[in-house]
């Protein structure tokens, strides 16, 4: 089952103790395509200037991207840079030009109508409805949001949540928009305004997923080798969504095996700037990881 | 097998958002204690002032910890005062009056020195080893530290953890003692110091245990209802080693388990204000919340 992915396609200039990268790609939709397609068909809604290399466009189409969706318009593609301290939990802004994303409207090809998983990435809550209304009869919709629609824009996503299935935020997100400090009773108040599950990403610590009122708790794996962080929330989406696609099953059992998977390509990510780990990945060792995701959370029951 | 601890015993004045507890039980080797107590027979080794009220020593004598070893000496007993803001994880003291915990010197009774199992609680490294010379030869030796000594006593603690097979300390502690902000390289540099098995606790995120260069991560309960987490830390390790001493096992799958006992254990003190849940804690509870951590984490190999 392929997934519609609508979101950001940009060019990263990213900085961390362990070294830095210059215009790199990267963005929300890129990162979160590139994870899926090591599970099933994506289809990419995104748009991206005149200065987008061709290599990135070949890459995207190397893992079976479909770029129907990629609009190419007049002049820069979105940049962002930012930097990171021993903390690799928490990115600094240092500039962020929107460019051609700041007139972005998503336009859904008629070829991606029939998809029936669609991702929302992390984009103007209005323009995720957009998507919505142009979409037939999708089986699962999940989205992602931020802090600055949580402030700017809370009426347009209290719509939009509305008509999503599945939310994939992180901690601080899920505390600011129910406005509690409390993430169990934060994630019972979203919950009853739209998605029957809620994954709430916790970097370093893990993921926790809330759904029909039972939670699961998915860890991460401890690593030495982190380079850098950006793009493992959209990884996670990536997997998490990735997985579900490809196995058709929206069991409680099945979005389990999804949160793991979802930490799983998070994990591989931050082994290297941009997109880099992913771009010599290879299935074996996603499967052998989520073994290690196993051994790593296993205890035995009381005898 | 009797645990024994050494360690504090307190009187605490703590305000949370959630309401506030004056002059109560509190105590590193109190709450140890306490939570062991569900497992195991507890042999104490403290000191308090004239000031300390019989009804906590009846309390603790009601949960058959034995008080050879508590010494009642002239002057006041040991004060902490703290508060929580929305931010359980982070305590700020208000406070601290050592009083006769200022001179306490460890003095193990004749009838705890064939104890198998040692806790050496939070208190000065020198005065850790002090209690090893005291005890003949036991199965298992496991310590706690905190920031206090790690940046005043590092030689003396380093010459401790020699002595010690599983530290119990918490993640800034642990990147604190090593000097590295990775905690996975933090944990193989402390465990070259002696600690065969690292416990590194993590609040609200679980805990994570570092053995023999294997990993295993435990999960904290999401929980709505958290009032007081002063104390958890220590329960946590009552949970700990007083499973451990009740089975009598240290393999890795024993220990697995004695993780997860030790977050029930954190998850129940943390309900109430001082050791206010567990006076009226049941086993069969205990029991019960093992089995709902096994739910919280549990996932299904891929297919």
Tied chains: 1, 2.
Excluded at 118 to 141: G, S, W, Y
Excluded at 146 to 161: S, V
Excluded at 173 to 187: I, K, M, S, Y
Excluded at 237 to 252: E, I, P
């Amino acid at each position: 089952m392929a997934i519609l992915v609508v979101g950001s396609v940009a060019l990263d200039s990213v900085a961390t103790p362990f070294g830095k990268a210059q215009d790199a790609l990267g963005g929300s939709a890129t990162y979160f395509s590139t994870a899926a397609s090591f599970f099933t068909d994506v289809r990419l809604v995104a748009v991206v200037g005149e200065d987008f290399p061709q290599a990135h466009v070949d890459f995207l189409q190397s893992r079976r991207v479909d770029l129907r969706g990629l609009q190419r318009v007049k002049g820069r593609t979105f940049r962002w840079a930012g930097e990171y301290g021993f903390d690799l939990n928490q990115a600094h802004t240092l500039d962020t030009q929107l460019n051609v994303f700041a007139q972005f409207r998503p336009q859904i090809p008629d070829a991606y109508r029939d998809s029936e998983v669609v991702f929302l990435a992390n984009i103007d809550p209005d323009l995720q409805r957009e998507v919505l209304l142009q979409v037939r009869a999708p089986r699962l919709v999940a989205a992602d949001t931020m802090n600055f629609w949580i402030e700017g824009k809370r009426e347009a996503l209290l719509k939009t949540l509305k008509q999503v299935e599945v939310l994939i935020i992180n901690d601080a997100e899920t505390r600011q928009l129910a406005q509690d400090a409390n993430l169990v009773r934060a994630a019972r108040t979203i919950s009853a305004w739209g998605p029957h599950t809620l994954v709430i990403k916790r970097g370093e610590y893990g993921a926790l997923c809330y759904r029909h009122g039972a939670w699961f708790s998915a860890p991460a794996l401890p690593m030495d080798g982190v380079l850098d962080p950006t793009g493992a929330g959209d990884c996670f989406a990536g997997g998490f969504l990735g997985y579900l696609a490809n196995t058709l099953n929206f069991s409680d059992e099945n979005i389990r095996r999804a949160v793991v998977m979802g930490s799983v390509m998070a994990s591989f990510n931050v082994e290297a700037f941009s997109l880099d780990r992913l771009r010599t990945l290879a299935y074996p060792e996603i499967a052998e990881r989520y073994g290690a995701f196993r051994r790593l959370t296993h205890f035995d029951a009381l005898d």
